[in-house]
């Protein structure tokens, strides 16, 4: 099932039928552990609708939750990330990063700072080299479950995160940093590692950047991110989590004002985001 949020209601949509309700509290009705299981028991006392469509401008599918992220968790990361830092003397820290046992896990954004579907994310002033990286996102319960998945838009200045890898908080969290969306998806399942996640960048009206990587190519396991994240931090809301990005366009190509950005994982959704300063 998918569930979309529209102001304050949620649409959920389950074998091709849309049920809708006001929800006042998002926090806790995402924090559920076996949440599968409660909302197809719910939505039997829900409202069905014809109106919704999954094309319209939708809120970011999230409470007060925060958003952290992976990096370096598949090779096509570690060698942008090496690259770009070089010049630093950075370049070993993300191989040796890749290789290791711990991960690197980083704070990201809050719901103030994000965006959903057709919404307007930000490229720095301050940087001039800068890309969306497409990342399967986790939504986990406080008990540290994972209980659906989404699209999220790690926007990234690859300018300021190559010039010093301690500038990496500057380079990743900033003002319309992250978007999330169309819905989350939650399965009883795990999600396929056969999974597909496309990347399309648009500008004037043609395609200037596609790419496209599967889930089973990440060297790391969804909950061991998981596991790592909880290990000195409680989350009362739960939280959610974007798992790293094997697509990253070249080192020539920067976004520019005015791109478009559509991320797509295969049976959750596309993403759509526009580039604003």
């Keep these: 099932m998918k569930i979309y949020k529209t102001a304050n209601e949620a649409v959920i949509v389950h074998d091709d039928i849309s049920y809708k309700k006001q929800i006042s509290d998002w926090d ?31 809120d970011i599918p999230m409470g007060t939750q925060e958003i952290w992220a992976s990096g370096v968790t598949y090779m096509r990361s570690k060698e942008a990330r090496m690259e770009e830092s070089k010049d ?7 191989d040796r990063v890749y290789d290791a046992e711990r991960p690197e896990l980083f704070f990201k954004s809050t719901t103030a700072r994000s965006v959903g579907h057709l919404g307007t994310v930000r490229i720095r002033k301050d940087s001039n080299w800068n890309v969306p990286e497409p990342e399967l996102t986790l939504l986990i319960s406080s008990a540290g479950t994972i209980e659906g998945y989404t699209v999220g838009n790690d926007m990234s200045s690859r300018s300021i995160e ?3 890898p301690l500038y990496l908080p500057q380079a990743k969290t900033y003002e319309g940093c992250a978007a999330l969306g169309p819905c989350i998806y ?13 990347l399309d960048i648009h500008r004037n009206g043609s395609t200037v950047f596609s790419g496209e990587v599967a889930l089973s190519t990440m060297k790391r396991k ?26 990253i366009p070249p080192d020539d190509f920067t976004l520019a004002v005015g791109d478009e950005t559509r991320i797509s994982i295969e049976g959750i959704g596309t993403l759509v985001n526009f580039v604003g300063s």
């Design 222 to 247: 969804h909950q061991d991110l998981v596991d790592y994240l909880f290990r000195e931090c409680n989350f009362p809301q739960g939280c959610f989590l974007m798992t790293g990005t094997g697509i």
């Design 88 to 94: 630093a003397g950075g370049g070993t820290f993300y």
């Design 186 to 198: 939650v399965t009883k399942e795990v999600i396929d590692p056969c999974t597909i996640i496309t």
């Design 28 to 58: 806790h009705f995402l924090n559920r552990v076996n949440l599968y299981d409660v909302l197809l028991n719910e939505i039997k006392d829900w409202e069905q609708t014809t109106n919704f469509d999954d094309k319209n401008t939708l």
């Design 162 to 164: 190559g010039e010093n």
